[in-house]
Every structure is written in C-alpha cells, then in structure tokens.
C-alpha cells in the first residue's frame, strides 16, 4: 500500500535527488495536498494516521536523499514534531470516548458497572475490527503508536477492573489486561480481524491485575 507522498513522488517522475529548489516547491505542493486529502476523512482517528504516515515518509525520504542539506536541520526537526503530532492526537482522538466507559466515578450499582464492561467491550471490538484493517507502513513507527496505545488503555483497564472486581465478580470482566494489551498491538498492521475470545479464564489471572 503507497502513500499519498510515494504515490505523487511516483507521478511526478522526481527522483530521490532533484534540484533543490524542485524539491523544496514539490514538498511545499505535497504538503497542500496532503492537508486537503485529509480533509475528505471522516473519521479523525484516521486522519490522523493518514497525515502522520505522509509526513513520516517524507521525512525520511529526504533524510537519506543527497538534497538533505539543502532543506537544512529545521524543516526535518519542523516535520518530525508534525508527524509526531498527529501520532498524538490519533492517540486522543481514537482513546478518549472509549475509555470513558472505564470510569468509576463512585458507582456502586451492580447493573451500572456491568453495563459499563458491556459497552467498554463492544466499543474495543467494533475499534479492534476497523482498526487491524489501516495500516502504518513503517514498522517501528507503528510499534511506537501502539505501545503507546496499550500502555495508555491497560493503565485505564487495570485501574477500573481493580476498583469494580470485589463488586461484579471476575465473570463479567471478558478480557485480562495482558489479553487487552495484546489487542491493541494488532492494531494498524493492515490485515482486517475480529476478536476471537475464549472466556476461559487463566489461573491466577487477578494477581497480575495488581502488577504495577
């Protein structure tokens, strides 16, 4: 799967090393476009990733290009904030409804926290679904966004399930946190999946829920 970056780079016939001054005016073109494509995604989770793989191989094509001097420290140091930036707010944009379902909050009604699990475990399954199927082409850019990722949901998960557990009991809790971090480490690989889950618990698995 190419990018928007490769794909025009390919069009437009330049090559990893054109004159300066081109590859300063056709970044400067490919950037526009990149911004009005971006546009055109509904979904801002995926606008995100979007703009950040685009940016990201950019960056990178012209670091190894005999033309890096002429675009100087600044405009590399300038695009990797950018591509990182949008790596966070993919983060926020993709994480910040869904773990509201894991908000204690004080809740002590035993239907409320279930229908809490309920809802947290359809929003991960329908995320989980969408999600395998995008892709971010380069491999340690997309570990680096889903450890992110699943650091930020287990620190959530483990927090909730600790304080509802002693409440609800461990049946109605459906995934460990290690089960929950593994998920997420699909993520964005490019291959669409579903959750196949056995509700077979693991022995001991409530000892691990209190590991730091």
Request: with cysteine; proline share 2%.
């Amino acid at each position: 799967m190419k990018s928007t970056a490769e794909s025009m780079e390919m069009k437009s016939g330049a090559q990893v090393d054109p004159n300066p001054s081109c590859a300063l005016s056709l970044t400067s073109i490919l950037e526009a476009a990149l911004d009005k494509k971006s546009s055109l995604y509904r979904d801002s989770s995926l606008k995100h990733i979007f703009l950040m793989n685009n940016i990201h191989y950019m960056v990178e094509k012209i670091k190894k290009s005999k033309i890096c001097p002429y675009f100087g420290d600044d405009w590399i140091r300038k695009h990797i904030v950018m591509f990182r930036q949008h790596a966070v707010y993919y983060q926020r944009a993709t994480w910040s409804s869904l773990l509201t379902f894991l908000r204690y909050d004080g809740i002590t009604r035993k239907a409320t926290l279930k229908t809490r699990c309920q809802e947290f475990n359809a929003a991960f399954e329908d995320l989980y679904k969408s999600q395998t199927r995008w892709v971010v082409p380069d491999p340690q850019l997309r570990e680096d966004v889903t450890i992110v990722s699943s650091k930020t949901v287990i620190q959530v998960y483990r927090n909730f399930v600790c304080m509802i557990i002693s409440s609800i009991g461990k049946k109605h809790i459906k995934y460990t946190e290690q089960e929950l971090g593994m998920y997420v480490m699909d993520l964005l690989e490019g291959s669409s999946k579903l959750l196949s889950h056995s509700w077979k618990r693991r022995h001991g698995w409530l000892q691990m829920l209190t590991i730091s």
